[in-house]
C-alpha cells in the first residue's frame, strides 16, 4: 500500500509470493501455509503484514517481512474475500461460502460478530464511509449495506434485474463503487452519501465477456480509468467520466484475465494475472 515497491499475488498451488516491481523482478518471498488455492489476499494498512484466504478453509495472518505465520483462523468455511479493517489492522471481515459475513479479531482469534443476512455464498466484502460501514455482494443476486459492528443490515439492494456480482472495488474518490456484474456488464453504485447507497443508471461499461468468472477491477490513483479482465485474457481500460473503452489489449493467454491492480504511485503501471500462471507487469 501507498508505495507500490512490493507486489503481492495468490496461487492456485498455494503459495502467496511477493515480487519487487522497480528492481529486477523477481520474487522476495515466498509463503508457504495453505494446502489448497489461495482465493484472496489483503495487506494491511502499513503493509507489514497481511491476510491470505484459500480452499483449504484457512486464513493465515503473515509477516511480510520474516514470511512468517502469525496466527491461523478457521471456522470449516471457505473465506472468498478478506479485508482489514481501515481503522483498526487488529480486525477484519472474511466474506464466506457459508452465506455469512465474519468478523475476526486477529488479538484473540476468535470471530467477534457475525452477519448472517445472504441466502447464498457471499462473495466480496468492501468498507466505505471511511470504514465506518461495509457492503457485501453474494451469489444471491443482492448488495447489503452494514454498519461496521452491527449485525443488520441498514440496506437491501436487490433488484429481479440483477445478476450476481462477485468481485467489487472502490473508486478512490470514495464516493462510488464498481461491481462485476454476471451478465458482461461494470455496473456502478454510488455511495456518496453513506445512508443512500444506490444505482447509477447513468454508468455502465460493457464490451467484454466475464460470464461466469470473478474477474477482478481497479481504479486508476487519479479515477479516471478503470480496468478489468475478461474471461478470454483480455484487458479493457475504460473512461470513467464517457464509460468508453479506452484500450482493450491481449493480457493472458490460455484462459480469463483474473484480477488486476493499478500501482498507486505510477499512474501509468498495471499489474494483471491469469490462469496461465503469470503475473506481468505493464506501461
Known amino acids: 500500500p501507498s508505495t507500490g515497491h512490493l507486489l503481492l499475488s495468490a496461487g492456485q498451488e498455494g503459495k502467496c509470493k511477493i515480487w519487487d516491481v522497480y528492481g529486477d523482478r523477481n520474487v522476495r518471498q515466498t509463503y508457504h501455509g495453505h494446502g489448497a488455492a489461495v482465493k484472496s489476499v489483503a495487506f494491511n494498512s502499513a503493509g507489514g503484514s497481511f491476510l491470505s484466504s484459500g480452499f483449504d478453509r484457512v486464513i493465515r495472518l503473515w509477516d511480510t517481512e520474516t514470511g512468517q505465520a502469525v496466527n ?6 471457505i473465506g472468498y474475500c478478506v479485508k482489514f479493517n481501515p481503522n483498526d ?3 477484519f471481515l472474511v466474506a464466506a461460502s457459508d452465506n455469512r459475513v465474519y468478523g475476526w479479531d486477529a488479538r484473540t482469534g476468535s470471530v ?7 441466502l447464498k455464498a457471499v462473495s466480496h466484502v468492501s468498507f466505505y464511509d471511511d470504514g465506518r460501514r461495509f457492503f457485501s ?4 443476486k443482492k448488495i447489503l449495506c452494514w454498519e461496521y459492528g452491527v449485525p443488520v443490515p441498514t440496506k437491501y439492494i436487490a433488484d429481479p434485474d440483477m445478476y450476481s ?3 467489487c472495488t472502490m473508486h478512490p474518490s470514495q464516493e462510488s463503487f464498481a461491481g462485476q456484474s454476471m451478465d458482461n456488464r461494470v455496473v456502478v453504485y454510488s455511495c456518496k452519501d453513506a445512508d443512500k447507497v444506490r444505482l447509477n443508471k ?15 477491477l481497479t481504479f486508476s490513483p487519479n479515477g479516471q480509468y478503470l480496468a478489468g479482465g475478461d474471461s478470454v485474457g483480455l484487458l479493457y481500460v475504460w473512461d470513467w467520466k464517457t464509460t468508453q473503452v479506452y484500450r482493450k489489449f491481449q493480457a493472458h493467454d490460455h484462459g480469463p484475465c483474473m484480477d488486476c491492480a493499478w500501482h498507486p504511485l505510477q499512474p501509468s503501471w498495471l499489474a494483471t494475472c491469469g490462469w496461465d500462471g503469470v503475473v506481468k507487469l505493464w506501461q
Open 72 to 77: 491461523t483462523f478457521g471456522n470449516n468455511s
Open 89 to 91: 489492522n487488529n480486525e
Open 112 to 118: 467477534v460478530q457475525e452477519y448472517n443476512y445472504h
Open 137 to 140: 455482494s453474494s451469489d444471491d
Open 165 to 167: 456480482i462477485p468481485t
Open 202 to 216: 447513468k454508468k455502465s461499461f460493457g464490451g467484454h465477456n466475464v460470464a461466469g468468472y470473478a474477474c477482478g
